[in-house]
């Protein structure tokens, strides 16, 4: 008579995981359920990976525990970037004020701590605005739309004449590009 031994490896039991993510940003992918990895793609050995991705990805690794080994795949579903939208360059004269405003999302926050899809502002020089908007998804994006201020015309109507009853004069004023 003989006799053998079988030795019964356990089977590995692969998972991994991974989140949704914005495009463009890092994806880390952990596997789980043996004792060594192999991704397919990219042909890393480590339980953990990342990866920058700016589209859907789908990501399978081979789980190995022994002679055994299980499979497991998980898809990052990657998310657009917002196209924002602000509003255009505009040009007011000092004093005045515009309303700016921004599309493209679902919160907006202008550099100047404001957290309004509008904005109206009264700069005194030249200023460049920045929106910053998230998404549903907490994708961000961000645009800049300057406000040119140009300054008060220096209006000057000429010096005071002295006329006689019925007689006329020429007057001259300065200062600007139209006058009334």
């Given at each position: 008579?003989?006799?053998?031994?079988?030795?019964?490896?356990?089977?590995?039991?692969?998972?991994?995981?991974?989140?949704?993510?914005?495009?463009?940003?890092?994806?880390?992918?952990?596997?789980s359920?043996?004792?060594?990895?192999?991704?397919?793609?990219?042909?890393?050995?480590?339980?953990?990976?990342?990866?920058?991705?700016?589209?859907?990805?789908?990501?399978?690794?081979?789980?190995?525990?022994?002679?055994?080994?299980?499979?497991?795949?998980?898809?990052?579903?990657?998310?657009?970037?917002?196209?924002?939208?602000?509003?255009?360059?505009?040009?007011?004269?000092?004093?005045?004020?515009?309303?700016?405003?921004?599309?493209?999302?679902?919160?907006?926050?202008?550099?100047?701590?404001?957290?309004?899809?509008?904005?109206?502002?009264?700069?005194?020089?030249?200023?460049?605005?920045?929106?910053?908007?998230?998404?549903?998804?907490?994708c961000?994006?961000?645009?800049?739309?300057s406000?040119?201020?140009?300054?008060?015309?220096?209006?000057?109507?000429?010096?005071?004449?002295?006329?006689?009853?019925?007689?006329?004069?020429?007057?001259e004023?300065?200062?600007?590009?139209?006058?009334?």
């Open positions: 008579s003989a006799s053998v031994t079988v030795m019964i490896s356990p089977l590995p039991a692969a998972t991994v995981s991974g989140a949704a993510i914005c495009s463009g940003q890092n994806a880390t992918l952990t596997a359920g043996g004792v060594n990895y192999s991704w397919i793609s990219g042909g890393q050995t480590t339980s953990v990976i990342s990866s920058t991705l700016t589209s859907t990805s789908t990501f399978t690794v081979i789980v190995s525990m022994g002679i055994c080994s299980d499979t497991a795949t998980a898809t990052v579903l990657v998310n657009p970037i917002p196209i924002v939208t602000a509003w255009s360059d505009t040009i007011i004269t000092i004093g005045n004020s515009t309303t700016l405003a921004s599309s493209g999302g679902v919160s907006y926050l202008w550099n100047n701590g404001v957290n309004t899809q509008t904005l109206t502002v009264s700069p005194l020089v030249t200023t460049i605005y920045c929106v910053t908007v998230t998404d549903t998804n907490g961000i994006n961000s645009d800049t739309v406000v040119f201020v140009n300054p008060l015309p220096n209006a000057d109507a000429g010096q005071d004449i002295q006329i006689c009853l019925g007689d006329s004069a020429a007057l004023a300065s200062g600007g590009k139209t006058y009334a």
